[in-house]
């Protein structure tokens, strides 16, 4: 078709398109993504059990979320064991927390734990305050019910519950 060679056309259908890019590696992509992926879920696992988690880092058992620092104390507590119309049980629990101090005062949730015989944790709930603050020399009222307790809960105990875990 061409008789001369040299005047073959400078048009080469299967030659790289100038400007030439290499072709690039879509699993260095997918490794790189998930390697930012996994460190940014390890940093916010960290974030949420170090800033709030309310139960979590106890229940995992990380050493944080115990009892809360508070100068804050119960008094006049009182356990009932009241019988509902329906046939079912309540176990009330009241009391007052009370601010010895002369400053306002962060009330943290009111941790309510049923025990065994053997001291073995069986139920655990959080009562809520009434208010979140308490002023100083004051007195907050609470009270908390749990339907049909477990029937070996032999001890009620007390605490205020850390913010960050428990």
Do not use: C
């Amino acid at each position: 078709m061409f008789e001369d060679p040299a005047a073959a056309p400078e048009y080469d259908p299967f030659a790289p398109q100038p400007p030439f890019k290499p072709r690039r590696n879509p699993a260095r992509r997918w490794t790189a993504a998930a390697f930012v992926a996994g460190i940014s879920m390890l940093l916010g696992t960290g974030a949420i059990l170090y800033s709030g988690a309310p139960g979590i880092a106890a229940q995992l058992g990380l050493g944080i979320g115990g009892e809360a620092e508070t100068v804050l104390r119960f008094t006049d507590k009182a356990v009932e064991l009241k019988t509902m119309p329906n046939g079912s049980e309540a176990l009330v629990v009241s009391g007052k927390v009370v601010n010895p101090t002369g400053d306002k005062t962060h009330v943290p949730d009111i941790r309510v734990e049923l025990r065994d015989g053997t001291d073995q944790l069986v139920y655990s709930w959080r009562i809520a305050p009434e208010a979140r603050a308490i002023g100083p020399k004051a007195a907050l009222d609470f009270t908390g019910a749990k339907i049909d307790p477990p029937p070996n809960a032999k001890v009620v105990e007390l605490s205020f519950a850390n913010e960050i875990g428990g």
